[in-house]
C-alpha cells in the first residue's frame, strides 16, 4: 500500500513530442505528489508537485494532471526537447510524514 | 543558489568496514534525510532527522546505520559494518522549517556512490 507504481520504464520521443509518464498509488492518506527529474551523475531535483485538491498544475512546459477517484498521476512535458533527455521520478507522501515514496523512474530520450 | 554538497563523491570499502558518509546541507535547513538508490532501482527513503533526533525511519535504516550531526553545518550517515548489498548511490536531503507539510522542496545532494567488495 506503500508504493507508487510508475509507468513507463522508459519512453523515447521526438524533439516537439509530448511524453506522458504515468504513476498510480493505493495509499489514500498521500497528499502530496512530486515529480523529481535526474541526470546521470547527479541527484534527484524537483520539477513540479500537486496536492489532491486541483486536478491540474501547470509550470512552462511540465503539466501534471491528477486524478484521485482513480488514485493516479501523470506528467506531461510540452513541446520536448533533447535537454528534457532524464530520468523522472514521481512520488508521493502522506500529512504525517516527510518521507518521500518514489516510484520506479522513467528513463526519457528526446530525439533532435 | 544554495545547493545540498556531499563527500565523497565515490568510496570503496571492503566488506564488514566502517563507512561515514558526510552532507553539507543548505545553511537554514532544519530537517534532513539520507535516501538511497541501488543500481537501476528507485529512490529508497532511510532516515530523517530534525531537532537532533531520528524523526522516521525505514525498515532498512536497522542497527549497523547511525546518523548524527556533530556539529552546526555537517550531517552525516555511519554504516557500521558494511555488507555487500549496501552497494548503493546515497542522496542527502534537507528541506526548510515545516517540511513537507508547508510545500517546502526537498534538496538533493548530488550522491555518494558506495561501493562494498
Known amino acids: 500500500q506503500q508504493q507508487v507504481k510508475q509507468s513507463p520504464q522508459s519512453l523515447i520521443v521526438q524533439k516537439g513530442g509530448i511524453p506522458i509518464i504515468n504513476c498510480a498509488y493505493e495509499n489514500t492518506a498521500f497528499d502530496y505528489f512530486p515529480w523529481y527529474q535526474q541526470f546521470p551523475g547527479k541527484g534527484p531535483a524537483l520539477l513540479i508537485a500537486?496536492?489532491?485538491?486541483?486536478s491540474e498544475k501547470k509550470e512552462g512546459r511540465f503539466t501534471i494532471s491528477f486524478n484521485k477517484s482513480a488514485k493516479q498521476f501523470s506528467l506531461h512535458i510540452m513541446d520536448s526537447q533533447p535537454g528534457d533527455s532524464a530520468t523522472y521520478f514521481c512520488a508521493a507522501s502522506s500529512w504525517n510524514t516527510d518521507k518521500l515514496i518514489f516510484g520506479t523512474g522513467t528513463r526519457l530520450q528526446v530525439f533532435p | 543558489e544554495p545547493e545540498v554538497t556531499q563527500t565523497p563523491s565515490h568510496q570503496v570499502t571492503q566488506m564488514g568496514q566502517e563507512v561515514i558518509l558526510r552532507c553539507v546541507p543548505i545553511?537554514?535547513?532544519?530537517?534532513f534525510y539520507w535516501y538511497r538508490q541501488i543500481l537501476g532501482q528507485k529512490v529508497e527513503f532511510l532516515v530523517s532527522?530534525?531537532?537532533?533526533?531520528?524523526?522516521?525511519k525505514s525498515e532498512i535504516f536497522d542497527d549497523q546505520f547511525s546518523v548524527e550531526r556533530p556539529d552546526g553545518s555537517n550531517f552525516t550517515l555511519k554504516i557500521r559494518s558494511t555488507k555487500l548489498e549496501d552497494s548503493a548511490m546515497y542522496f542527502c536531503?534537507?528541506?526548510?522549517?515545516?517540511?513537507?507539510?508547508?510545500?517546502?522542496?526537498?534538496?538533493f545532494g548530488p550522491g555518494t556512490r558506495l561501493t562494498v567488495l
Open positions: 545553511s537554514n535547513h532544519l530537517y
Open positions: 536531503a534537507s528541506t526548510n522549517e515545516g517540511g513537507l507539510a508547508y510545500d517546502n522542496e526537498q534538496f
Open positions: 532527522f530534525y531537532n537532533n533526533e531520528i524523526s522516521e
Open positions: 500537486i496536492r489532491p485538491d486541483v
